[in-house]
Nanobody
Framework: VQLQASGGGMVQAGGSLRLSCAAS????????TGWFRQAPGKEREFVAG????????DYANSVKGRFTISRANAENTVYLQMDSLKPEDTAVYYC?????????????????WGQGTLVTVSS
């Protein structure tokens, strides 16, 4: 499966953005999906994950209550709604997928990765 992340941009602190992860190549509905991010000079970290059905989700503590992950399998797309953005959310955001039933951290479990989209939050 090929993944294409989009929706990044520049926003002021307190603002919102919605990222999209569009899949092609195979039926996306059978893949668990996660969002990761990498800030300048830092390691990539888990942000949020969602099961293939959309029935289960997981979030990093740093984004709980501010970010919401969802999916529309009929559209082969996973979304990350980001509200109350902070400057520390500035990073390149990547979507990733796997067919192993995993939607948490441990990025090594994800076999497929998108190219990343940049989110910049100014203070």
């Amino acid at each position: 499966v090929q993944l294409q992340a989009s929706g990044g941009g520049m926003v002021q602190a307190g603002g919102s953005l919605r990222l999209s992860c569009a899949a092609s190549g195979r039926t996306f509905g059978s893949y668990d999906t996660g969002w990761f991010r990498q800030a300048p000079g830092k390691e990539r970290e888990f942000v949020a994950g969602i099961s293939w059905s959309g029935g289960s989700t997981d979030y990093a503590n740093s984004v709980k209550g501010r970010f919401t992950i969802s999916r529309a399998n009929a559209e082969n797309t996973v979304y990350l709604q980001m509200d109350s953005l902070k400057p520390e959310d500035t990073a390149v955001y990547y979507c990733a997928a796997n067919s192993r039933g995993w939607y948490g951290d441990d990025e090594w479990r994800y076999a497929y990765w998108g190219q990343g989209t940049l989110v910049t939050v100014s203070s």
